[in-house]
């Protein structure tokens, strides 16, 4: 070969070496150092968004199970006291034979009446607390002797320091569902024409075991469903002028309180402790109600740490019907008789814990006057430090006797 070719030879093999070159040290390094950059940034907003959506969404959860808890007082807090037709709570009575008269559900010699604490009509509103009554200490221990329907594990009496924490409030009134509303004449000044009332009671679900109530502005009757054709027969029935029945309405009697859990462990009916909600359990409003005729116990609403009542008062002589003062230390039955309006207060807690979020700094002063109802997540065990909490309240008319008293 000669040598020019030679030289072209090598020239070649230098060019095909030098394309097949890999990065050097220096470009590698560069380069991994802006892979690094790049990476940590997008996990960086990674972990921002998922943060700033757990945010959002606890806060959001936190409205939802507030705003839950006040439709639910509301509606109980607006019928109580409704009686149907009745204008006078001291005509209501049992009907004659029936077993209602007999029926014993909540009540005790402490909590009376022991019999038909339910159906106490004289009473459509009460609060137990623990230092309302100095005769009646409403706690874990004394809960189930006073409300024989409420397990003692099933009461939360509410964080230590604060006065009358978690009350136990009692609702009782008849539904505003009407029976026969479906056949109600729509023409002006034409009296309703409920003719097959007894076919539309036997159409209600359970009727045979459901307490009903009928009235007119006079007297009114409490009954079984099953009671009703005796009664119908027997012509005491409530009745228009027309010879007509009157509206019935389903009787509810309600008992709300906050439960230490959500769902107890093993699907038991009680709350056992540190198992519970998989482990964090859940403070969860809940009441006793009429099933039929017999009280059990529903869950409604969680993360509720703390609820507050204040009783407004109608004092005026004559009363109007307006609230002229609200208070916690409500006793005799003649002031529950001028409670018109409840104002609600509630802490909600976010229903899960969040290991970076600490809650220590914060106090929480539900009535405003630093002083009755002050909550600081220190005085609970942990992790109370490790959940948002948030302060919403509500005022809430007692409308049926706010109507009476205005009256």
Known sequence: MSPTKLMHSRLAFMRLTL??????????????????????????????????????????RMQENAASTFRYLSDSLRQAGFYGNAMDTSKIAFVAGSAVATTTDCGSGTVGPTTNFALDFATPIRAYMNTTDPALIINPLTVNAAFPCIL???????????????PILVT????????CWSIVAAVANVSPACSNTPSLLTAQPNYTTTIYLQSDPYQGLVFYGTDYATLRA?????????????????YRAHVYYVRPCSRPAGGAVNCTGAADDGGQPIPTLVRQEL?????TEVPLVEGIDLIDYRFGVDSSNPADGVADFYTSTIVTATQWAQVVSVK????????????EYDDSGKVYDLLGDNASAVY????SPAPACNYKRKIFSQTIQVRNIAQRNGA
């Open 234 to 250: 027997g012509a005491t029935a409530r009745k228009y002028p027309n010879g007509v029945d009157m509206e019935m309405f389903e």
């Open 152 to 166: 003692q594990s099933n009461f939360s009496a509410g964080p230590a320091g604060i006065a009358n924490p978690n």
């Open 172 to 179: 009782r009134g008849a539904s505003g569902f009407r029976i």
């Open 19 to 60: 394309a097949q070159r890999g990065m050097s040290m220096m470009e590698l390094m560069v380069g991994l150092a802006i892979g690094m950059i790049l990476t940590l940034g997008m996990f960086t907003m990674i972990v921002s968004t998922s943060q700033s959506f757990r945010v959002n969404d606890d806060f959001s």
């Open 376 to 379: 600081r997540c220190t005085n």
């Open 344 to 355: 609600v207060t509630i802490l909600v807690r976010s229903p899960n814990v969040n290991i």
């Open 291 to 295: 099933v039929g005729s017999a009280m």
